[in-house]
T-cell receptor
Framework: DGGITQSPKYLFRKEGQNVTLSCEQN?????MYWYRQDPGQGLRLIYY?????DFQKGDIAEGYSVSREKKESFPLTVTSAQKNPTAFYLC?????WGSGNTIYFGEGSWLTVV | EDQVTQSPEALRLQEGESSSLNCSYT??????LFWYRQDPGKGPEFLFT???AGEEKEKERLKATLTKKESFLHITAPKPEDSATYLC??????????FGKGNQVVVIP
């Protein structure tokens, strides 16, 4: 089945650690995205990638980093510089980047700081 | 500033009691409005895309409509399995999606 796979589902981070969330899609989509979801707030864009080897900062990129070495993969690293990383992280993709295109989401990853 | 406001924040319905959810937006030049369904602890599931005022889309007990300033998601004769949070999103002028905070719906048997 085509879709977006995120792993792990649950992740715990100690203070000062970097952690990486995996996102893989087999939809042959060019564009990929990372969103953060906090209780009572709308989804906020962290980073997006229009195409392989390209990525751009979203609205809340500080403390995060990404790479896009393959079309299928868009991993997100939450660095120790992110002061409030506990949240639900959603990876998404669309056929191409740009207004009007439908964005499809993965199942999400929970990150908790311990 | 482009904004998306959803109301009511939370809604409790008896099974079979039809109702509507509202999504108001203030973006210049609508390039697409989306409705998603999100179950607790899961990613949003795409429901509908609407592009122009007057457009309507239906899926089972759900019907989405669009005007120049707002969209409605009508739930007809809801069942407990329709319980979820419904998210509305619109494309902003800078090619980014703006999301509302969601309508949390609980359908009581």
């Amino acid at each position: 089945d085509g879709g977006i796979t995120q792993s792990p589902k649950y992740l715990f981070r100690k203070e000062g650690q970097n952690v990486t969330l995996s996102c893989e899609q087999n939809l042959n989509h060019d564009a990929m995205y990372w969103y953060r979801q906090d209780p009572g707030q709308g989804l906020r864009l962290i980073y997006y990638s229009q195409i392989v080897n390209d990525f751009q900062k979203g609205d809340i990129a500080e403390g995060y980093s990404v790479s896009r070495e393959k079309k299928e993969s868009f991993p997100l690293t939450v660095t120790s510089a992110q002061k409030n990383p506990t949240a639900f992280y959603l990876c998404a993709s669309s056929i191409i980047w740009g207004s009007g295109n439908t964005i499809y989401f993965g199942e999400g990853s929970w990150l908790t700081v311990v | 500033e482009d904004q998306v406001t959803q109301s009511p924040e939370a809604l409790r319905l008896q099974e079979g009691e039809s109702s509507s959810l509202n999504c108001s937006y203030t973006v210049s030049g609508l390039r697409g409005l989306f409705w998603y369904r999100q179950d607790p602890g899961k990613g949003p599931e795409f429901l509908f895309t609407l592009y122009s005022a007057g457009e309507e889309k239906e899926k089972e007990r759900l019907k989405a409509t669009l005007t120049k300033k707002e969209s409605f998601l009508h739930i007809t004769a809801p069942k407990p399995e329709d319980s979820a949070t419904y998210l509305c999103a619109v494309w902003r002028g800078n090619n980014r999606l703006a999301f509302g905070k969601g309508n949390q719906v609980v359908v009581i048997p």
